[in-house]
């Protein structure tokens, strides 16, 4: 169990591995469609803003780290193509069987690799941007996870982490409480016959840390430097963006 009390939050029951990959493995079928329902196709707009402030540009190299069906990486490639790489990692195999699906459907030149977030499979310094999005509250250490795409990032390259959060406007912050509390497990229950699955998405959002105190995790890594934290639709979901650190 990893304490990070410095900064007001501490891990209590952290992800078992296997379990998160079978929860989201049964979740494949509904996955994409679950995701547009739930936020009301916001998650589409959410991913293009965490692009833009990552700062991708033609030619550049970016990996997309626990990309689930592909989504973030595909709005990525918007950016990077025609020249650029695309990688994408997830521990899962079926959500990246169903991402490299997509991406020969769209005629998108990516690699996908099967590999835990903790253990990238890369040197030094590969990739111009390392990103992360609603993957990282999944992970058993955070600190370590950021230390990691850090690690496979070049010195000045950008660490982009896109994740859920609580809002920040007083009149949102109870109406989305009760919105993820009791209609994403109902939601869950009637859609896909998965509702403790998606309680397990509602607790885990509001008990992981989001705005200063991730940014505070982020410091913590000692990889990274200059990181900022934008909340978008609200504080719903935030956008940290920081800058690789040269190297000892």
Not at 43 to 72: E, I, N, P
Not at 161 to 177: D, I, N
Not at 226 to 238: E, K
Request: charged letters at 20%; a positive charge.
């Amino acid at each position: 169990m990893s304490s990070l009390g410095s900064w007001g939050w501490q891990r209590r029951t952290p992800p078992v591995p296997a379990l998160i990959e079978r929860m989201f493995a049964e979740l494949v079928p509904v996955y994409d469609r679950s995701n547009t329902l739930l936020s009301f196709g916001l998650h589409r707009w959410w991913r293009w803003q965490a692009v833009r402030y990552a700062g991708a540009a033609s030619g550049m190299a970016v990996l997309d780290c626990a990309t689930g069906t592909g989504d973030f990486a595909f709005a990525f490639w918007r950016r990077i193509r025609p020249t650029g790489r695309l990688v994408g990692v997830d521990f899962c195999k079926p959500m990246l069987e169903r991402a490299q699906t997509k991406a020969q459907r769209m005629g998108i030149p990516a690699e996908w690799v099967w590999a835990d977030v903790l253990q990238l499979p890369f040197a030094e310094g590969t990739f111009d941007i390392a990103a992360i999005a609603f993957g990282i509250r999944n992970v058993a250490d955070p600190v370590a996870c950021v230390r990691e795409m850090a690690r496979v990032t070049r010195p000045g390259g950008r660490i982009v982490v896109l994740e859920l959060g609580q809002p920040v406007l007083p009149l949102l912050r109870p109406l989305y409480w009760l919105y993820s509390r009791y209609w994403i497990p109902l939601f869950g229950r009637l859609f896909a016959g998965k509702g403790q699955a998606y309680e397990y998405l509602h607790a885990s959002a509001w008990s992981f840390p989001c705005g200063e105190a991730f940014v505070e995790l982020m410091r913590h890594s000692g990889a990274v430097e200059a990181v900022r934290a934008i909340p978008l639709s609200g504080g719903i979901a935030w956008c940290y963006v920081a800058t690789v650190g040269r190297r000892a």
